[in-house]
C-alpha cells in the first residue's frame, strides 16, 4: 500500500502544481502590503526551491541555453551575498535579503531556460497585471474614503495606514505594469470602419494601461513623473527605429493618458467630498509642504553610503545593515533609512563594491543589446572613435513589439530604484526578474546544462532547508511576541527560549532583556543584552541605550555610562532619550566636561527643536517630545545664563506637539475600517 501511494505522488503534475504557487504567490503578494513582510519573504524562498527541484536536475527539449557569463554573475552574486552575510555587523538582520536574493537568483535562471513565447510568460503577465488592476480598484476605495492623501492601492499596513503606507514604491509597481497591460491588451491590432471607430476601438483596449496611468498619477510621485516620461521616450524612439504609423502610435498614447487623466479627476472628484486633494503641479514642482527636503535626504544617504562602502569595500557591513550602520553619519534628527535609496549604492554598502559591480555587468549583458535595438545599426570605421568600437562589439537585437515593452517596464523600475529603492518589495522584485529573465540574453558559450541543473538543484535545497528553519522560529518568536503584548510573561518566555536559534532575530533580544526586567530577573537581563551590544549587533543604538537603563536599574553608573556614551557617539540623532540619560550622569561626574560641550549639547537640542515645529519624520508623535522637554528643563538648570531660551523652546515643542497629536487623533477617526 505504501509504495502505491508513494508511485501515485511520483506521478502527481509537481512541476504544475509549484508554477501555480508560483503566480498565486505574485498576486499575494501584490495584495498584500507589497509583500514587504517577512512571511511573504519565505513563502518566496519555499515557492522558489519548489519550482526549480519539481522541475527537475535532467535537461529539458526546446529550453534556452543560460550563457555561460550570465549564470556566473548570477551565482557569485548569490554567493557573494553569502559571504557578506556571515562576515555582517548586524547579525540580526540580513537573512531575509539573503533569502530573497537566493530565491530571486533561482527563479531568474528557471525562468530564463524558457524559450520566448512560452506559455508560462504569457500567465505571469496576465496575472500580474489582473493583480495590479484588483488592487487599483481597492486603493480608488481606500483613497476617497480614507485619510490617506496620495494613492497607495493595498501597499499599505491597514493596522497603522498613517505609519505604514508606501505610494512611492505602489507607483513603482506602476512603472512595471502599465507596460505589460498595453503589451497584453494590444490596442495596434485593432481597425474600425473609419478614424472614428478604430480611436474607440483602441481606447478600449487601452483602458486597463490608462487606469494604471491614472493611479501613476494619484500617487504624487516625483520620481515616477519623470521615469513615466523616460519610458515615454523610449517607446517614441521605439516607434521611429520602426517606423510605426504615427496616426496609430498617436491613437495609442492619446487613449491611454485620457483614460489616465479622466480616472485621476473622477477619483480626486470622489476623495473631494471628505477629504483636501493634493495639487498635482505644486507637487511636480516641489512646492508641496516637504519641499525640495526629500531631494536633500537622499543624496545625503547616497553620500553616506558611498563613505560607508569605502570603509568596508570588499564584502560592506552586511545585508540589511545600513539602517544601523548609517546613524553615526546623521546630521539631523531621526534622517535615517532603511536603504541608501540607489540600488547600486545599496548593494556596494551593504554587499561590497564588488557586489554592485556584479549586478551592474548582469543588468548590461541582459539589457545592452535590447537598448541597441533603439538605434540605427553602426558599424566601427577602421579609424573610429574606441567607445563606438566597443558598442559595435556588443550584440545588437532587433526590438519587437513585446520586447519593446518588457524593456520599457524593466526599465521603468531600474531608473526608480536610482532614486528610491523598493526591490525589497516581492510585489515588485518577483515580477521585474521574472521579467527580466523573459529578455533574450546574448550569446556566448553555454555551460553543461546537467551540471547548471544540478547547481540549481543544489541552491535550491539549501534555500529550502534555510527557509524552513527560519519558518519554524518566525512562528515562535510572533507567538512570544504576542504573548508579551498581552502581559502572559511566562508564556512569552517560554517562547523567547523556544526561539534561540533564530538567525533572522530582528528585536529578539530587546524584548527578552526588557521582559527579564520586568520579571525582575536584572541579570539575566543584563546578560541577554550585553550579547546582542558585543556579538549580534554592536551597531544598534537601540541596545546600548537599553544596557544603560538596565545598568541604571542595578545601580552601575559605570557600565550606564559606558554604555551611554556609546549610543550618543553612534546616534545622538536617532533618539534624544539618551542626551536624556547622558546629562545627569555628566553633571554628577564632571562639570568641566559640561561646560566644554554646552555647544555641541546646544547644537544638538536645537536641531530636534526645528524638527519638531516642523514634525519631521512625525518626530512630533515620538517620545523624543518629552524627553525634549525634560532636557530643555535639565540646561536650563545646568547653564543658567541660557535658561530663558530654553524654557521658551521646551513651550513651543510642547505646544506644537499636542497640535500635531491632536491631528493624528482625527486622522485615526477617519480611518474606515
Not at 474607440?200 to 483602458?207: E, G, Q, T, Y
Not at 521579467?435 to 553543461?448: C, E, F, R, T, V
Not at 547622558?582 to 568641566?592: E, G, K, R, V
Request: proline share 4%.
Amino acid at each position: 500500500m505504501f509504495l502505491r501511494h508513494f508511485e501515485r505522488l511520483k506521478r502527481a503534475p509537481w512541476e504544475r502544481y509549484s508554477q501555480a504557487a508560483l503566480l498565486i504567490l505574485l498576486a499575494f503578494a501584490v495584495l498584500w502590503r507589497g509583500g514587504r513582510t517577512l512571511d511573504v519573504t519565505l513563502l518566496l524562498g519555499l515557492v522558489a526551491g519548489a519550482v526549480v527541484l519539481a522541475r527537475g536536475c535532467r535537461e529539458r527539449e526546446g529550453e534556452r541555453s543560460v550563457p555561460t557569463v550570465l549564470w556566473w554573475l548570477t551565482v557569485l552574486f548569490v554567493l557573494w551575498t553569502a559571504v557578506s552575510y556571515v562576515l555582517t555587523r548586524t547579525m540580526n538582520y540580513g537573512f531575509d535579503e539573503v533569502a530573497q536574493t537566493a530565491a530571486l537568483a533561482l527563479l531568474f535562471l528557471w525562468m530564463a531556460r524558457h524559450p520566448e513565447g512560452a506559455k508560462m510568460h504569457t500567465s505571469i503577465l496576465r496575472v500580474l497585471v489582473v493583480t495590479v488592476l484588483v488592487a487599483s480598484l481597492i486603493g480608488v476605495l481606500v483613497y476617497a474614503l480614507g485619510p490617506l492623501s496620495r494613492f497607495v492601492g493595498t501597499f499599505l499596513d491597514i493596522r497603522a495606514p498613517w505609519k505604514h503606507a508606501w505610494p512611492n514604491a505602489w507607483a513603482e509597481l506602476l512603472l512595471l505594469s502599465w507596460p505589460i497591460a498595453l503589451l497584453l491588451a494590444r490596442p495596434q491590432d485593432e481597425q474600425g470602419s473609419g478614424e472614428l471607430s478604430t480611436l474607440w476601438k483602441i481606447a478600449r483596449r487601452s483602458l486597463p494601461a490608462g487606469v494604471m496611468v491614472g493611479c501613476l498619477l494619484l500617487s504624487f510621485s516625483r520620481a515616477a513623473f519623470l521615469v513615466f516620461l523616460g519610458q515615454s521616450i523610449v517607446l517614441l524612439l521605439w516607434s521611429l527605429q520602426r517606423r510605426v504609423a504615427w496616426r496609430r502610435a498617436a491613437m495609442i498614447a492619446l487613449s491611454v493618458l485620457a483614460i489616465g487623466l479622466i480616472f485621476f479627476g473622477l477619483s480626486n472628484h470622489l476623495r473631494s467630498r471628505s477629504h483636501p486633494v493634493q495639487s498635482l503641479s505644486e507637487k511636480a514642482l516641489f512646492l508641496a509642504p516637504e519641499g525640495s527636503s526629500s531631494v536633500s535626504e537622499r543624496r545625503t544617504f547616497w553620500t553616506q553610503a558611498f563613505r560607508l562602502a569605502n570603509e568596508h569595500p570588499l564584502f560592506g557591513s552586511g545585508p540589511g545593515s545600513f539602517r544601523f550602520v548609517q546613524t553615526p553619519l546623521m546630521r539631523a534628527p531621526l534622517a535615517t533609512s532603511d536603504h541608501a535609496h540607489n540600488l547600486f549604492l545599496k548593494l556596494a554598502a551593504e554587499r561590497g563594491w564588488m557586489a554592485a559591480a556584479l549586478a551592474f555587468t548582469l543588468l548590461c549583458i541582459v539589457l545592452l543589446p535590447l537598448l541597441k535595438g533603439l538605434l540605427p545599426a553602426m558599424r566601427c570605421p577602421l579609424q573610429g572613435c574606441p567607445f563606438s568600437c566597443v558598442l559595435a562589439r556588443i550584440p545588437r537585437y532587433e526590438l519587437t513589439l513585446k520586447r519593446a515593452l518588457l524593456l520599457t517596464a524593466v526599465l521603468g523600475v531600474l531608473a526608480h530604484n536610482l532614486v528610491d529603492f523598493n526591490l525589497h518589495f516581492i510585489a515588485i522584485s518577483l515580477p521585474t526578474v521574472l521579467i527580466l529573465a523573459m529578455l533574450p540574453h546574448a550569446g556566448g558559450s553555454k555551460l553543461n546544462k546537467k551540471f547548471v541543473h544540478i547547481a540549481g538543484c543544489a541552491l535550491a535545497v539549501v534555500l529550502l532547508f534555510a527557509t524552513v528553519h527560519e519558518s519554524f522560529y518566525a512562528a515562535t518568536s510572533t507567538l512570544a511576541r504576542r504573548a508579551d503584548a498581552q502581559g502572559k510573561s511566562q508564556q512569552a518566555l517560554r517562547w523567547y527560549r523556544w526561539s534561540t536559534g533564530e538567525w533572522y532575530s530582528r528585536d529578539r533580544s530587546l524584548a527578552l532583556a526588557r521582559l527579564q526586567m520586568k520579571m525582575e530577573a536584572r541579570a539575566e537581563a543584563l546578560a541577554t543584552i550585553r550579547r546582542y551590544t558585543q556579538e549580534l549587533n554592536p551597531a544598534d543604538v537601540r541596545g546600548w541605550h537599553l544596557q544603560a537603563e538596565i545598568a541604571l536599574a542595578g545601580q552601575d553608573t559605570a557600565l550606564a555610562m559606558t554604555s551611554l556614551r556609546q549610543a550618543y557617539d553612534l546616534g545622538r540623532y536617532a533618539d534624544l532619550r539618551i542626551l536624556q540619560g547622558l546629562l545627569p550622569l555628566l553633571a554628577l561626574q564632571s562639570n568641566t566636561e559640561l561646560a566644554e560641550r554646552k555647544a555641541e549639547f546646544s547644537e544638538v537640542l536645537q536641531k530636534y527643536y526645528d524638527a519638531i515645529l516642523r514634525n519631521s519624520h512625525y518626530i512630533a508623535l515620538s517620545p523624543n517630545v518629552e524627553a525634549f522637554v525634560d532636557v530643555a528643563e535639565l540646561m536650563a538648570v545646568l547653564y543658567p545664563s541660557e535658561a530663558p531660551r530654553y524654557q521658551v523652546m521646551a513651550a513651543g515643542v510642547d505646544r506644537q506637539a499636542r497640535t500635531e497629536r491632536q491631528k493624528l487623533s482625527e486622522f485615526r477617526s477617519q480611518v474606515i475600517w
